[in-house]
Structures are given as structure tokens and as C-alpha cells.
């Protein structure tokens, strides 16, 4: 119902107001259509570093390693992928809660990207990442052909945890659960830990460096 006002108020008058009513109102539908955020709060959340993960301390280099590829038997090592930027992940094949959700991120990042990005699961339990349960979690997981599962012994693995800054799997703890985006000069640049890692972010982040 339009509002009235006295005789006395001037029609230019009356008018201005009615004017400025329905543009105070069409500004409060606007926000509540778009969930309280406002322009200035859209402003305020973009990161000052630009990048959605956490910034690695430039000093930060991805170890290198000589590891079994599970998929093709073959040994490799993070050199093998120098000149590209390639997402490095922490899991094990018998995981059945974090590790999973983590796959499901990346990979819904790899899709929303369009075209795959080299990703490297890292053992963080040798003893039970056996071809089999590696094999039965790739294919769970969607990512036979997209991702390459390292394996090794204990002695082999431990530099790169170490590199990382990771906690293996143990029988009375979790392990690290950290996805990072290593850059193609061969540093770690970006930072995610699963509890946080969705995939619009690590999707801006690998646009925004380029890969």
C-alpha cells in the first residue's frame, strides 16, 4: 500500500520520497537475496596475497625423491614433473573418511579447471598401501589415470614427510592431512589443509599461477 502523506506536504515533495522509499527497499531485497553480503564484505574476504590457500615461506623447495609409481611400476621422482606446477597430497589407501573427502576435492577442482593438473598422492602408511589397496582406492575415487600414488619404504618416504612438514599415519594418530601446490621451479607455494580445502579455491589458486 503506497504511503500517504498530508495535504500540506508539496506533490514534488511527496513524490521524492515515495522515490526514495522504493529504492531504499529495492536495496534491502538485494541483500537479503544475496545472503547479507554486501559489496564492501565481498571486498574485505578476497585474501591480500591473492591466492585463496595458505602462502609457503619462499624458502620452502619440494624434496625430492625416488618413489614407486603404483599405476606403472615404474620409479620417479619430483623432478620428473619440473617445469609444471603439480598438487602434492598425503594419504592412504585404506583411509576411510579424510582421504576420501580430500580426493573428492582435488577432483572436483580438476573438473571445474577443465583439464588435468598433476597430482601426486604420497603414501603416509607404506605398510598397508600394498597394489591392491591402492588400486581399489583409485578406482573408488575416480582418479585412475588422473593421479599418481607413490609408494616406498618407510626409509624412503620419511625425507619427503619431512619436507612437507608431515605426520604419517600411525596406530594412535592421523596422519597430516595437507594438500600443497608445488610450482614448476620446483618450490611449494600453496597451502591447504583438508578440513579447509574446497575446490573453488584450489581451482583459483592453480588459474591464478598459471597451471
Known amino acids: 500500500m503506497a504511503a500517504s502523506y498530508p495535504r500540506w506536504v508539496h506533490p514534488r515533495i511527496r513524490l521524492a520520497l515515495v522515490v526514495v522509499g522504493v529504492c531504499v527497499a529495492a536495496v534491502v531485497i538485494g541483500v537479503v537475496a544475496l545472503g547479507g553480503k554486501s559489496s564492501s564484505t565481498n571486498v574485505a574476504d578476497v585474501s591480500p ?4 590457500g595458505a602462502l609457503k615461506p619462499p624458502a620452502a ?8 609409481d603404483d599405476e ?4 620417479v621422482s619430483m623432478a620428473d614433473w619440473r617445469g ?11 583411509c576411510q573418511d579424510t582421504c576420501p573427502l580430500t580426493a573428492q576435492q582435488i577432483r572436483g577442482a580438476l573438473d571445474a579447471l577443465g583439464h588435468d593438473v598433476p597430482l601426486l598422492i604420497v603414501s603416509v602408511d607404506p605398510k598397508d598401501d600394498t597394489p591392491f589397496h591402492v588400486k581399489r582406492f583409485l578406482v573408488k575415487e575416480d582418479l585412475v589415470g588422473r593421479a599418481t600414488y ?12 619431512k619436507g612437507y612438514g608431515v605426520q604419517p ?3 594412535d594418530f592421523d596422519h597430516t592431512a595437507e594438500t600443497v601446490i608445488v610450482d614448476g621451479s620446483g618450490h ?7 578440513s579447509e580445502l574446497v575446490p573453488e579455491d584450489l581451482t583459483h589458486d592453480l588459474r591464478r599461477l598459471g597451471a
Open 61 to 68: 623447495v619440494a624434496p625430492d625423491f625416488r618413489l614407486h
Open 169 to 171: 599415519q600411525g596406530k
Open 72 to 75: 606403472t611400476g615404474k620409479t
Open 150 to 161: 607413490l609408494t616406498g619404504t618407510r626409509a624412503q618416504l620419511e625425507p619427503v614427510w
Open 188 to 194: 611449494q607455494r600453496i597451502g591447504y589443509l583438508s
Open 84 to 94: 609444471r606446477d603439480v598438487i602434492v597430497t598425503f594419504m592412504y589407501s585404506t
Open 49 to 52: 596475497t591473492g591466492f585463496d
